[in-house]
Each structure stands twice: as C-alpha cells, then as structure tokens.
C-alpha cells in the first residue's frame, strides 16, 4: 500500500494548509486584478470616460432590495437545510464542505472576471456620436468612501429611454448653476452602455468645449 495520503485522509495540518490555501487564493486573485486594474488606469492619467447612466426608479430600486432580500432568505434557508441533512453524516459533511468551497473559489473568480469585463468595455469605445440632452436637475454629490464626489445632471435622452444621470467630478460655476441644455460627445462602450468623452454646455463655442473628466 502506498505511504501518500489520499486526497480525503490527508493528515489533519495538511488538510487545513489546503482548505488555507484555496480559501485565500481565489481573494489574492481578485485582488490582484481589481489592483492591477486600477494601476493600468492610473498609468494612462485617471479614471476613463465617466458613464452616462439610467437614472433609477425609486420603485424599481425598492423591488430590487426585497427580491435581492427574499433571495438571501432562501439561500439562508437551503444552507440551513442541507446542515441539518449532513450533519449526523461525515461523509455528507465532508462532500458538503467541498461543495461549499468550491461555490466560494467560483464567487471570487467570477468577481475578477467580472472586474475584467468592466474594465475592458469601458476603456474600448465604439465611435463616438454628439447629442444634445436637456438638463433636468442637478444634485451636488460629496465625496466619501463609497462615491465620488461632483455635480451629478440629470439629463432627459428621449432616444434612450428618457432620463439619464451623468456625475461630472470637478463642474465649472456656469454648470452648477444648471443650464437648459448640454451638448456631449458618447461613445458606446465595448458591449454596453454609453461613456461621456466630452461635454459642453449648449449652445456655446467649439473653442469652449470641455474635456469629461
């Protein structure tokens, strides 16, 4: 019989070095890919285009957190479940146990893909179209861990959908007193959505046209 451990009787330290190791590598993977990312960025002088996005539903946004709430229930519910079905059982435990690792190397690993895919649509810009867009609103937005600070517009693209929301970081004195119109250079991203690669508040001279930040 041959001295090497299985897979599943590894002795106890070994096992906790793998169950170690594939608990902080798929962490260390996305973390070295969100890093590099926002060092490809910073090389090529800050943040790409800013989006021009959807403005949320408020009743949208409320559908969302209870459908996102009863989601988080259930799963909470079917882990609850499956314990209780495996736990008079080591070898259910056991298989239980790899199900469960494998689900987290597949979460962190799609999170980097998902970083990946990001990154690629909105730096790979289609070409780019002008469009003259009415300004609905205007909200000051102050910076914290979580946002960006600027000026953020709400604009009415009746092409689109209606209205859109677009965050300009360092906004001009005419802008924040919130003009009738702005007139912006998009671009669609690789796969989806539309990036602001310049703006200017309509109408004015070409020479007076401003670079989105």
């Known amino acids: 019989m041959s001295d090497a451990p299985l897979l599943g009787h590894a002795p106890v330290a070994l096992r906790r070095t793998r169950l170690g190791l594939w608990l902080f590598i798929p962490v260390f993977v996305f973390g070295a890919v969100r890093f590099g990312l926002r060092w490809w960025v910073d090389r090529d002088n800050g943040d790409p285009w800013p989006p021009l996005q959807a403005a949320s539903d408020p009743d949208a946004?409320?559908?969302?957190?209870?459908?996102?709430?009863?989601v988080l229930l259930l799963l909470l519910a079917l882990a609850w479940g499956l314990w209780r079905w495996a736990k008079p059982h080591p070898a259910r435990r056991r298989g239980l146990g790899r199900v469960a690792l494998v689900v987290w190397v597949l979460v962190w690993l799609l999170g980097a893909v998902q970083a990946v895919y990001a990154h690629v649509n909105r730096t790979q810009l289609g070409e780019s179209r002008r469009v003259t867009l009415s300004v609905m609103g205007a909200q000051t937005v102050m910076t914290s861990t979580r946002a960006i600070g600027g000026l953020r517009l709400y604009l009415d693209w009746p092409e689109q959908g209606g209205l859109?929301?677009?965050?300009?970081?360092?906004?001009?004195?005419?802008?924040?007193?919130?003009?009738?119109?702005?007139?912006?250079?998009?671009?669609?991203?690789?796969?989806?959505?539309?990036?602001?690669?310049?703006?200017?508040?309509?109408?004015?001279?070409?020479?007076?046209e401003r670079q989105a930040p």
């Open 61 to 70: 946004l409320l559908h969302g957190l209870m459908a996102g709430a009863a």
């Open 164 to 208: 859109h929301t677009l965050l300009i970081e360092s906004p001009s004195e005419d802008l924040s007193h919130r003009p009738a119109a702005l007139a912006l250079t998009l671009a669609p991203g690789r796969w989806q959505g539309w990036f602001v690669r310049a703006w200017q508040i309509a109408p004015v001279s070409q020479d007076a």
